[in-house]
């Protein structure tokens, strides 16, 4: 079974552009969840979603991130335009029931110069 | 205000030996811990949970204690090998909030020299 893929693997763009990274989780998980890691920082939680309808977005920084899942399958995370702050990796986890255990995959790392 | 706490960013244990990862919270709504390893270039993958009804769970080398007055846990890792070599995050929930929301903490490598 295939685990939870995301791409790009490593994005570096200027400030002030804009950025997609695209995460597909495992097939049948209802739940995905985006999550950051600035350096050297703890794995901060994003948002959520159950199918394609946003159940917490209590971590999302500002109004330059924007998350979809249209159709309840792959999600995709939008920053624009983006900041120096926003540098970090990027994961996308899934679960099959939101009790469930987390798959994450390899995550997107973003610079922005 | 981190709710969850690695104090310790490295550890260095000689393979064979005992290491020991340390983790601690402020949030006594948190039920359920877990504990992840992640490899370079890797997203981090599960290693073992526990939950709050208990003070111990054990799998194979790994075993992680939680100590609710404390309000500490630990992952204990014997013996410890070479390809434990990774950075262990610890992570927390609280299943009363309904969204079993995971809390991690900063992360602490740990390194087995063989």
């Known amino acids: 079974e295939a685990g939870v893929t995301q791409f790009p693997s490593h994005s570096v763009i200027e400030k002030g552009q804009t950025v997609t990274l695209r995460c597909d989780p495992i097939s049948g998980h209802d739940n995905l969840y985006w999550y950051r890691r600035v350096m050297g920082k703890e794995i901060k939680f994003l948002l959520h979603f159950v199918k394609e309808s946003k159940q917490d977005e209590s971590g999302m920084p500002n109004n330059r991130f924007l998350a979809e899942r249209t159709g309840g399958t792959y999600s995709t995370l939008k920053v624009q335009p983006a900041e120096l702050e926003d540098s970090g990796v990027y994961f996308c986890?899934?679960?099959?029931?939101?009790?469930?255990?987390?798959?994450f995959g390899p995550g997107t790392r973003l610079t922005v110069l | 205000d981190q709710q969850v706490k690695q104090n310790s960013p490295s550890l260095s244990v000689q393979e064979g030996r005992i290491s020991i990862l340390n983790c601690d919270y402020t949030?006594?709504?948190?039920?359920?811990f877990l504990w992840y390893k992640k490899y370079p270039a890797e997203g981090p993958t599960f290693l073992i949970s526990i939950s709050s009804i208990k003070d111990k769970n054990e799998d194979g080398r790994f075993t992680v204690f939680l100590n609710k007055s404390a309000k500490h846990l630990s992952l204990h890792i014997v013996p410890s090998q070479p390809g434990d070599s990774a950075v262990y995050f610890c992570a927390a929930s609280a299943g009363t909030s309904g969204t079993y929301k995971y809390i991690f903490g900063t992360g602490t490598r740990l390194k087995v020299l063989a």
């Open positions: 949030n006594s709504m948190f039920d359920y």
């Open positions: 986890a899934s679960s099959q029931v939101i009790q469930g255990r987390r798959f």
